[in-house]
């Protein structure tokens, strides 16, 4: 059975959009791209056709992989009216330590991508901003030490 993994209704989305365009353009790409290497010649030799089947291999491995995450996907709903720090939550702190502000919104694992301010929901950070509320100040243990961050607004 596989392990349920929350996620958020955006990325479910997200998921289901990747997987369609890999069953269908991602695959029907890789079928031009065996179909030209195998016109070379000699399969034995032809080390433009093994490359193509060894990239069909991975596209396949990572539909199947993404598929996985589907079946075992569970969205979790962000209460739009609540006002402590939780899964899908939208956070805005200011670390006290370097006076840097950020919004943060936790996501699931799979979702989580740092450069657009969306972390997991099961990383220090947002493990330590569950259930603020805003004008509090929590410290988190992060690899490179503690952190203070204050809590300016939670959407």
Known sequence: MLEP???TAEGLVALRAEIEQLETEGRAAMA???KAA???GDLKE???YHIAKEDQAHLETKIKRLNQRLRAARVVERVEDAD???FGSTVSVVDEAS?????LTLVGATEADLKSGRISFESPVAQGLVGARAGETVAVQTPAGERRYRVERVG
Request: hydrophobic share 50%.
């Open 5 to 7: 993994e929350q996620i």
């Open 32 to 34: 031009v791209r065996i």
């Open 38 to 40: 195998r016109e070379l």
């Open 46 to 48: 032809n080390a433009e």
């Open 84 to 86: 402590v720090v939780a």
């Open 99 to 103: 006076g840097r502000a950020m919004d």
